[in-house]
């Protein structure tokens, strides 16, 4: 009964949002473009490092396991291919939407759950501005900015790693990898990548806001819906991915 009270809970929630944005995006003018650009920055620009360095892990670990099974065939430069493809249509993708859902979710469900216990939101409905007006929206398109750069710099440092592991185990040269890389990787892959990122911050932002407007009573609650927005959030991102990859399959992406 509780889950289903989530469920219906987190559309009704999604219908308020839709019913409340719309009408502010006719005339963008009215957005609060100084709350999103400060947005951007908080879930972009200081991601950048633990995404980077996470991707490069990634890159680091894949080519090194990899490169063992392809090395006994004599087949080396498939490296490339490897690395590629599985670095910019999904890991890169994704290991950026579960970095950001860790980090900038929750930091989205403890801000707005706070100021649900201080009665800030209760504030400024008695002033006429809605919580997802002000709260909601600004998080939401910031994110739907941050989340394809992100995910863009996830990529290259992926390969980056692969790149510099390749080179120095396996014999595939800096010059040979990046002449390969175009010819391994279509550029459908690249933008299939892509263009997941903007549902996965849609679906990151909206279920870090909506716990933190469920927050009611304590400072306990906040911690709950901190740890439900990431794990929500998270298994939502799986999902989705799970969905585009047979999507993409169908149309032969």
């Known amino acids: 009964m509780e889950r289903g009270g989530r469920v219906t809970g987190f559309l009704a929630f999604t219908g308020e949002l839709t019913v409340d944005v719309l009408p502010r995006l006719i005339r963008p003018h009215r957005l609060r473009w100084r709350a999103i650009v ?5 879930a972009g620009l200081y991601a950048l490092p633990i995404v980077g360095l996470l991707a490069f892990l ?11 099974v392809l090395r ?3 087949a080396n430069v498939f490296l490339v291919d490897l690395i590629g493809i599985t670095m910019l249509r999904e890991m890169g993708p994704l290991l950026a ?29 008695t002033l006429g501005i809605t919580p997802y007006e002000m709260l909601v929206l600004p998080r939401v398109a910031a994110l739907a900015v941050a989340m394809p ?4 710099w996830a990529d290259a440092m992926g390969v980056l790693g692969g790149m510099i592991v390749a080179n120095g185990l396996y014999d595939v040269s ?3 990898f990046l002449d390969r890389l175009p010819y391994a990787v279509p ?9 997941k990122t903007p549902v996965f911050a849609l679906l990151i932002a909206m ?8 927050v009611r009573g304590s400072a306990e609650e906040v911690g709950r819906a901190t740890t439900m927005a990431v794990v929500q959030s998270i298994f939502l991102v799986i999902i989705a991915d799970a969905v585009f990859s047979v999507v993409f399959q169908q149309f032969g992406i």
Request: net charge negative; glycine share 16%; hydrophobic share 45%.
């Open 149 to 152: 750069l992100l995910s863009v």
């Open 187 to 195: 550029v459908r892959m690249f933008w299939a990548g892509i263009g």
């Open 58 to 68: 990634m890159g680091v670990v894949m080519t090194y396991q990899g490169g063992s």
């Open 97 to 125: 939407a579960i970095i950001v859902a860790g980090r900038t979710g929750s930091a989205y469900a403890a801000e707005i759950g706070t100021m649900q216990i201080t009665e800030e939101v209760d504030a400024l409905r």
């Open 207 to 214: 279920v870090g806001c909506y716990h933190g407007l469920r």
């Open 174 to 176: 800096f010059a040979t």
């Open 72 to 74: 006994s065939y004599g």
């Open 38 to 42: 400060a947005g951007i920055e908080q």
